[in-house]
């Protein structure tokens, strides 16, 4: 049932049908078939991106009157969407069915005067909903149903996943739990979006694209939102000019370097948006850093926004990874079980630092999926074998090539269970030889490390690099041993079969929730953390197995 659920929503989130699914048509090949699921990631980007050009979000009053402020707006033309959410305040996304709506929004719309203060008149689509007049907005009415747009409290997560009745029921509720939704995603790309109409004002063909986990299908309610500057589109970019006769070129600035060109275009655009981006505060320029970028807060969305400019390999990486997650409904689950994990005992931090990082978790996923004794998913490089002519792509001499239209992949039958994949995930990283090899989700298969860092991944793109250079020995360490902990909690009858009583009240943490459960290595702190370093995981087990005993006692 749980898995039926969860089919439904990735199917709205992806437009891929998941029924040809090894679970319902065992010991045959077969490939992804549906009718949407055939939009390639651009098609579904470029489908967002002008569904966000066509929307405001608005900030309202708490016991707005959903009916009366519809009617109110729909003055201005049709209205496709409208949901409410809570962000400081109560907001309001509105998209409209045509653009020119828009224009009449703006015409009715006023800059505000506000006494000993003045404003920048910059006429964004972040409106407020003002009621001056005698119309009552209320009502009487409760507040709008609001959607939410964070997720729920670890504590709260171990409880719910408790009461399912088996490990496989418990992945696929962490997910549902913890996947955006697609109210949380079009807010993405309206932020996106609200920004693009700054950054316009320097160049009004640019786009501003949503990466990373907001758009490769891992991402998580309340993650941060990575933007990318796209300046490729604008046009006479790539014209050719004649091999004889006149032509005409723009005069331009120039650079020492590319870097150069995308810190002075950030420096800038990160200027507006501290200057004039209303909502938009904690403006921080990170010009000197690899990849550089502007960072700031987004009040009105509650988003961490990253904007960075000529990043296309990210954008290659999140297709790829939106790819990978689309093949099997197994994959998604997977990693969202992995990082919330990973999370939940300190493994990966929203601080950057010496951790493994969530994108590390991921590609680790993807390869153990790739290594079973039946690959659960194709390597890249036959996902490059795969590719037709107009999927070609080199991007600073990187060969970024791989497959978009998924129906060409066969995938093999593989019909392990969720439950059993956990467990092998965790003995595979348990025993894996991480002081020689490295993870190569190209190949598919381990190679010979080629640089001494404690934990190395090629990055899938960018060979010459490792996607986990960052990671030092200590946390490499934590990793492995927390991976041989939880693969053994796993074989345990203890940890792994529902409790009698699930769904009755009684539901002492067993399967993957107690794997969640903090580990008593964190609550010792740093000082005792030397000395006890065995301990604390045979502590974390006893007391676990304890309230599982107490648990068959009260049954
Ligand atoms: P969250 O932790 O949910 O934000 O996951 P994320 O996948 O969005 O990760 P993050 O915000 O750190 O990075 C955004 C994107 O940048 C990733 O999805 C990758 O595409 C890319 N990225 C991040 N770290 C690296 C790295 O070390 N190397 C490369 N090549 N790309 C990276
Ligand atoms: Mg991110």
């Known amino acids: 049932k749980c898995f039926k659920k969860v089919d439904s929503c990735f199917q709205r989130k992806f437009g891929t049908s998941t029924a040809a699914t090894k679970t319902d048509a065992p010991n045959k090949k077969y490939t992804i078939d549906s009718k949407d699921g055939n939009k390639s990631f651009y098609t579904v980007q470029e489908e967002k991106i002008e569904q966000a050009e066509r929307s405001v979000l608005i900030s309202c009053p708490a016991k707005t009157n959903e009916k009366k402020f519809l009617n109110y707006l729909s003055r201005h033309g049709d209205i496709n969407k409208c949901f409410f959410y809570e962000s400081y305040g109560t907001y309001a996304v509105v998209e409209f069915s045509n653009k020119e709506s828009l224009v009449s929004l703006h015409e009715g719309t006023a800059i505000p005067?506000?006494?000993?203060?003045?404003?920048?008149?910059?006429?964004?689509?972040?409106?407020?909903?003002?009621?001056?007049?005698?119309?009552?907005?209320?009502?009487?009415?409760?507040?709008?149903?609001?959607?939410?747009?964070?997720?729920?409290?670890?504590?709260?997560?171990?409880?719910?996943?408790?009461?399912?009745?088996?490990?496989?029921?418990?992945?696929?509720?962490?997910?549902?739990?913890?996947?955006?939704?697609e109210e949380n995603v079009c807010l993405r790309f309206l932020v996106c979006s609200l920004l693009k109409d700054i950054a316009a004002a320097y160049f009004p063909e640019c786009t501003i694209r949503p990466f990373g986990s907001s758009v490769n299908g891992f991402g998580k309610l309340g993650c941060d939102l990575d933007m990318f500057l796209d300046l490729d589109g604008i046009s006479g970019r790539n014209l050719k000019r004649?091999?004889?006769?006149?032509?005409?070129?723009?005069?331009?600035?120039?650079?020492?370097?590319?870097?150069?060109?995308?810190?002075?275009?950030?420096?800038?655009?990160?200027?507006?948006?501290?200057?004039?981006?209303?909502?938009?505060?904690?403006?921080?320029?990170i010009l000197q850093a690899r990849c550089p970028l502007v960072r700031f807060a987004h009040q009105p969305s509650g988003f961490?926004?990253?904007?960075?400019?000529?990043?296309?390999?990210?954008?290659?990486?999140?297709?790829?990874?939106?790819?990978?997650?689309?093949?099997?409904?197994?994959?998604?689950?997977?990693?969202?079980?992995?990082?919330?994990?990973?999370?939940?005992?300190?493994?990966?931090?929203?601080?950057?630092?010496?951790?493994?990082?969530?994108?590390?978790?991921?590609?680790?996923?993807?390869?153990?999926?790739?290594?079973?004794?039946?690959?659960?998913?194709?390597?890249?490089?036959?996902?490059?074998?795969?590719?037709?002519?107009?999927?070609?792509?080199?991007?600073?001499?990187?060969?970024?090539?791989?497959?978009?239209?998924?129906?060409?992949?066969?995938?093999?039958?593989?019909?392990?269970?969720?439950?059993?994949?956990?467990?092998?995930?965790?003995?595979?990283?348990?025993?894996?030889?991480?002081?020689?090899?490295?993870?190569?989700?190209?190949?598919?298969?381990?190679?010979?490390?080629?640089?001494?860092?404690?934990?190395?991944?090629?990055?899938?793109?960018e060979p010459a690099l490792n996607v986990s250079k960052n990671v030092n020995g200590t946390q490499l360490e934590r990793f492995v041993a927390l991976c041989r902990e939880s693969a053994w909690m796993l074989q345990q009858r203890e940890f792994n079969v529902p409790h009698s009583g699930s769904g009755t009240g009684n539901n002492a943490p067993w399967g993957l929730a107690a794997l969640l459960m903090p580990s008593v290595s964190q609550v010792a702190g740093v000082k005792g953390r030397k000395k006890r370093k065995r301990e604390p995981a045979s502590e974390r087990i006893k007391g676990l197995l304890e309230s599982l005993k107490n648990r068959e006692v009260k049954s």
């Open 304 to 461: 961490q926004c990253d904007l960075t400019a000529n990043n296309r390999v990210a954008m290659k990486s999140s297709e790829l990874l939106y790819l990978y997650g689309g093949l099997d409904r197994r994959v998604r689950c997977l990693v969202f079980s992995v990082r919330c994990w990973a999370r939940a005992h300190s493994i990966t931090s929203s601080i950057p630092g010496a951790w493994i990082s969530n994108f590390s978790l991921t590609v680790m996923v993807l390869f153990f999926l790739q290594r079973r004794t039946i690959p659960i998913l194709p390597t890249l490089d036959h996902l490059k074998e795969l590719a037709g002519p107009l999927d070609k792509s080199v991007i600073e001499g990187n060969d970024c090539t791989f497959v978009s239209d998924v129906t060409k992949i066969q995938l093999q039958d593989n019909t392990e269970t969720l439950e059993q994949l956990l467990q092998e995930f965790f003995e595979f990283y348990s025993t894996f030889a991480f002081n020689r090899m490295s993870i190569n989700i190209r190949k598919g298969r381990e190679q010979n490390k080629p640089e001494v860092s404690p934990l190395h991944i090629q990055n899938p793109f």
């Open 113 to 181: 005067s506000i006494n000993h203060e003045a404003t920048v008149p910059f006429k964004s689509r972040l409106l407020s909903l003002r009621n001056t007049g005698p119309v009552d907005m209320s009502n009487g009415q409760s507040a709008p149903q609001c959607q939410p747009q964070t997720t729920i409290h670890i504590n709260d997560l171990i409880q719910r996943l408790s009461k399912e009745n088996s490990i496989d029921q418990q992945i696929s509720s962490l997910t549902e739990t913890y996947q955006l939704t």
């Open 242 to 285: 004649p091999k004889a006769g006149l032509s005409l070129e723009y005069q331009t600035k120039r650079s020492a370097s590319e870097r150069a060109c995308t810190q002075s275009i950030l420096s800038v655009i990160g200027e507006c948006v501290d200057q004039f981006g209303p909502g938009c505060v904690g403006v921080q320029k």
